[in-house]
């Protein structure tokens, strides 16, 4: 005999400084304070932005560790996942500027 079981989990923070953001994943945008007009889509993705403002993330990790950097736009699994200031990068494939921290104005195409 077979049992399943599902379950559905929501959490909603609200912050009044933190507006204007969306996010979609497990701990996706987790530590948002007042950073607004984000976009997160994925596993962790953007989980330690705080301040940070028009970053978008889509993909696993990518802008992970990311707390006070803005303009950021990363796509593909751990993009710009060491970003934690770096302003105005882009990033566009599998692990593309994955070591970039505090970096700016840089743009990547393709893996690694």
Request: proline content about 0%; glycine content about 10%.
């Amino acid at each position: 005999m077979k049992k399943s079981l599902t379950l559905i989990a929501l959490t909603i923070t609200i912050s009044m400084n933190a507006q204007f953001n969306t996010n979609y994943g497990d701990t996706a945008l987790n530590n948002i304070t007042s950073g607004t007009y984000n976009t997160a889509f994925g596993y962790k993705s953007l989980e330690s932005n705080s301040e940070g403002i028009k970053n978008t993330a889509v993909g696993a990790e990518s802008l992970k560790l990311n707390t006070t950097g803005h303009w950021n736009s990363a796509f593909g699994y751990r993009s710009l996942r060491s970003n934690t200031s770096g302003d105005n990068n882009s990033a566009f494939g599998h692990l593309s500027l994955e070591s970039n921290s505090e970096g700016d104005d840089n743009s990547a195409f393709g893996d690694l």
